[in-house]
């Protein structure tokens, strides 16, 4: 896929979840930055399990937080990475994923839900264990970080065959 399609991917991911998350009732909201229902709040700093943007309320629409205060000049919490380039990152990172098995990304709402919370409770699993004295370097933090492979590993589900 070229960056074109890929973008246009995260966004027909993202209209597809946000139409699921408004339909049932959910209060969780699409990361801006991989498109995936992610984020508890918008806007308030939430970093994504999925794509590790940062939300500082940069979107389609919308200008970073940070932009608001006046005469600051401040560089965001996602440094010199662009919403764009995040998007086409990540969207990268999947289709490699897609690749390995074969597959394509899940789009199945309540599942990609169900998934992204498991492995949340994998990372807070890990985080109950740390004790703010770890090096960046020890494994716990080794651990933690492959919990986000493996959670975008697992957003990836093998191809439906067409059986007609």
């Given at each position: ?7 246009a ?5 993202r209209?597809?979840y946000n ?21 508890i ?25 940070l932009?608001?205060l006046?005469?600051i ?14 998007r086409?990152?990540?969207g990268?990172?999947m289709?490699i ?5 074969d597959?394509?990304i899940?789009?199945d ?23 703010g ?5 020890d ?16 957003l990836?589900?093998?191809k ?5």
């Amino acid at each position: 896929m070229n960056d074109t399609e890929i973008l246009a991917a995260f966004h027909a991911r993202r209209a597809h979840y946000n139409v699921y998350l408004e339909a049932n009732g959910i209060q969780v909201h699409t990361c801006p930055g991989c498109g995936f229902p992610t984020l508890i709040e918008r806007g308030e700093f939430y970093i994504c399990s999925i794509c590790d943007w940062e939300d500082d309320g940069q979107d389609d629409n919308a200008r970073s937080l940070l932009d608001e205060l006046p005469g600051i000049k401040i560089s965001g919490p996602n440094g010199n990475l662009s919403l764009t380039e995040n998007r086409i990152n990540i969207g990268r990172i999947m289709e490699i994923n897609a690749e390995l098995i074969d597959g394509e990304i899940d789009l199945d709402a309540a599942r990609v839900l169900r998934t992204i919370a498991f492995y949340q409770q994998r990372r807070d699993e890990i985080e109950e264990r740390m004790t703010g004295e770890e090096h960046v370097n020890d494994h716990i933090w080794m651990e933690w970080k492959e919990v986000r492979k493996d959670l975008q590993m697992a957003l990836v589900v093998p191809k439906v065959s067409d059986m007609n």
